[in-house]
């Protein structure tokens, strides 16, 4: 199966998760390269901002886990720019506990975010860019799942079923001209520490393992849009000794 590459200068790239972190700067690397941007996320006045930004972007508040604002979110793209061509699923949440400790419901609540909603956004672009016959879709799972840190066990859980989902849905689409890849980021000032709901265990451990600095948000992003250019299947910044490729 060849890899399908989309040209991101004047192409529709939509954001999910928009309003900060990785992001935000996915959408603004998108925008620096030319693109149409659609920000989608909660919090509706930090995409305004972002938008007013950027210049050439919509704003649409979303919730990625009701499937009907992501319908409906898809649709406003639609109207406005005719197309999507990218879609980068970033929207997540960070859980620490473990895994005796998991409160059902906040597990089901982290799969819901990190594991359904990327599915139904998934499911909501297809008819675009099937009619369109090419599109991009990028998953950001993490690099955290690459090991069993302890206080992890249902955000690394969730984000083993994205890496599946991925993988799957690549093997399905690419014959449509649909390239579906995987981002690995290790540890951002952003996806992982600061979106835990309980606790520094796992931050922790991370630092008695030695492991680096946490990543800039923007050097996500940066090799999220080289996965929409090359439709590589997948891409890691994690560091070697946590089972990456990563070489700093």
Known sequence: MG???????????FVTGAS?????ATARAASRAGARVVLAARREERIRQLADELGQALPVRCDVTDAGQVGAAVGAAADAFGRIDVLVNVAGQGLQAAVGEIDPDDFRAI???NLVAPQVTMKAVLPLMRAQ??????????GISFSALPGTG????????LNMLSAVARAELGSEGIAVST????????????????GQEAASQLESSHAPQPQAPEQVADAILDLIRTGAEQADLVPEQFGGSFKG
């Open 183 to 198: 981002m690995y980021p290790f540890v951002t000032a952003t996806e992982f520490i600061d979106s835990v709901r309980a």
């Open 133 to 142: 016959g090419a599109g991009s879709i990028v998953n950001v799972s993490s």
């Open 20 to 24: 900060s972190g990785i992001g935000a």
């Open 154 to 161: 249902a955000y690394s859980a969730s984000k083993a079923g």
């Open 3 to 13: 890899e399908t590459a989309v040209d991101i200068n004047g192409a529709v790239v």
């Open 111 to 113: 799969l819901d975010l």
